[in-house]
Every structure is written in structure tokens, then in C-alpha cells.
């Protein structure tokens, strides 16, 4: 038998064809939509990254600069208080000369002034000299060779300054 509508099948063959070729242009397109999204999720994830390296050195930045400033300050205190330090032992050596040019000649009132002039002499030129980080190795060097002596030195002025407070109040 013979196909009594050829013209029919004719037609529904192209549209066959079309569909399938519309399924493949789909396709086609879902793999370009695709394609552009994951370009734009890498493109988003690397301007992420870029972002998060960029606020690290900027942290970085800052912390070293927070670092190298409190460094500064730290030597400039030192700076001052080594200062500060050598100026008061010339002040203790300038008293130490007041004492002697004010004391009797001789005499009991002479050696007692002539002894806390040599020693307020022999602090100045301690304190001029070494200054206080001097000084500060000196009292550390002395706990580390005595450190039974130093905890006992610490309780008892902390005893005497407990009871100087004690004894400023009231009941």
C-alpha cells in the first residue's frame, strides 16, 4: 500500500528536523549561559581573592607600622628616662658639693659631711654613668645571684607599705 498522504509526511519530516535543531540551538545556549557563569564566578572568586591579599598587606602594613612606631616610642622613653637619670646624679654630685662647702672644717659635723658627701658623689657618678638601664642590669643581675634575698627584700617592704597604708586610715 501506498502512502495515501506523501505530502504530509514531507511536511512533518522538516519540522522533525527543526525540532531537533532547536534542542541542539538550546543546548547550544545553556552551554554558553553556562560557560558565562562559571567566567563570571572566576572572575568574581579571583576579585575575592584579589580583595582578601589586598586587606591582608594593608593589615600587614598597619601592624608593622603600629610595631615600628611603639618601637620608637619605647626607645625614645628609654631615651629620656636614661636622661632624666644621668640628671639627677649631677644633682646628687652638686649637693654633695654644697655639703662639703657648707660643712664645719673639722670635726665630728666634718666627717659625718665629708661621708654623705662621698657617698651622694659616688651615687651621681653612678647614676650619670650607667643611668637607669644601667641600673635596671644591675638590680636584675643582683635578683638572678640572690633570689632568696630579693623574694625577701620584696615581702618586706611590701609588709612596710601595707602598714604605712594601714595606718592611714580611720576605724
Known sequence: MRNQFPDTLKKDEPRKNQGQGQGQGQQDKDQGIAGTAQKAGTAAMETAQNFGTQVKDSVMGAAESVASTSRDVAHNVGQRSDDATAAVGSSLKTAASS????????????????????????????????????????????????????????FGLGFLIARSCASTREY
Not at 107 to 133: C, I, N, P
Open 99 to 154: 655639703i662639703r662647702d657648707y660643712a664645719p672644717s673639722s670635726g665630728m659635723g666634718h666627717s659625718a659631711a665629708d661621708s654623705v658627701a662621698r657617698t651622694l658623689e659616688a651615687g651621681g657618678d653612678y647614676l650619670e654613668h650607667e643611668k637607669l638601664s644601667g641600673a635596671m642590669r644591675d638590680v636584675t643581675d643582683t635578683i638572678r645571684r640572690y633570689p632568696v634575698a630579693a623574694v625577701c627584700v620584696g
